[in-house]
């Protein structure tokens, strides 16, 4: 079968049909749904979703690739997609998931402001307490979701699916810690992969992300250092080249055009860093995808 043609990352539309900002459903794979090449195909596409997104893993287990991270993911857990995120699934038992996707005009701000902190995040095993908490506050919310009828229907979507999404939040937060046992150089560390993530293309200078944080560069190389073993600029260069690493895989951009998306109006510059911090030229990166 000819390979698709690609100038840009498919991205998920949300299943939106009352235009809430909102997607929620239910649904269950059989991989003997999935006979044909087409369907196998169609079914395993690299993508982003557009909105900020939930999988509540019910029942099987599915081995999925994430900014190429894999993962095999065992019931019952939970897999939180960004809207920046390209994943795949790369093959699957029988699978019942529950998926819940809000746009960030949707979200409570302040849930918002925690789903950009916690990302990425690695899928969450599940116990059977959270598995039953978790599930039952899925339910409610789509059941509001099918009462379309209803004179509130719209507050009840929302208020319901911003109250999951705080419950999902809290259970991410606990596994990973809550920001205020952090020390001061994780915290700083956190604000500025917040800041990274927004403004990489337009912002290459450690000084400058120092400014926004009201710090010294000093003490900011000092807190990412301690944090991660990484200095600034090896944190800047890194969220560079995985957004080109996710354009040079699942798009058929040309090198140069992806310079140029990323801010790098001198081409030979950016090839030789894309090659100084991957250990191989860009092209050559994208020619794996076919071996």
């Known amino acids: 079968m000819p ?47 557009s909105g900020y997104t939930f999988h509540f893993i019910q029942k099987g287990t599915v081995h999925i690739e994430i900014d190429f991270q894999k993962y095999i993911i065992t019931s019952p857990a939970i897999v939180y997609m960004h809207p920046n995120q390209v994943h795949r699934i790369l093959s699957f038992t029988d699978i019942t998931v529950c998926a819940l996707s809000m746009n960030k005009e949707k979200l409570n701000p302040d849930y918002l402001d925690f789903l950009e902190k916690i990302s990425p995040s690695k899928p969450l095993l599940l116990t059977k307490p959270q598995h039953v908490n978790i599930f039952t506050s899925f339910s409610l919310c789509l059941n ?106 699942h798009s058929d951009k040309s090198v140069k055009e992806i310079a140029y998306e990323l801010g790098y109006e001198d081409y030979p510059y950016f090839s030789r860093l894309f090659t100084k911090i991957t250990g191989m030229t860009a092209l050559t990166f994208r020619q794996q995808k076919y071996e």
């Not at 939106?16 to 369907?39: H, N, P």
């Open 3 to 49: 390979k698709k043609s690609r100038k840009t990352i498919p991205t998920n539309l949300m299943t939106d049909v009352f235009g809430q900002g909102i997607s929620i459903d239910k649904i269950s794979f059989r991989k003997a749904d999935f006979k044909t090449e087409e369907l196998h195909e169609l079914a395993t596409e690299s993508h982003r979703d």
């Open 144 to 249: 509001f979701s099918k009462q379309k009828s209803n004179k509130l229907y719209h507050l009840l979507l929302k208020d319901s699916s911003n109250t999951l999404v705080a419950l999902l939040i809290s259970e991410f937060l606990d596994h990973n810690n809550a920001e205020n046992i952090l020390p001061r150089f994780e915290i700083i560390a956190k604000n500025f992969k917040q800041h990274l993530e927004k403004n990489y293309v337009t912002l290459k200078r450690p000084s400058t992300y120092a400014k926004l944080l009201n710090i010294s560069t000093h003490y900011l190389n000092e807190s990412i250092k301690s944090a991660t073993g990484l200095s600034v600029s090896q944190q800047i260069q890194d969220r560079i080249i995985l957004e080109a690493k996710r354009l040079l895989y």
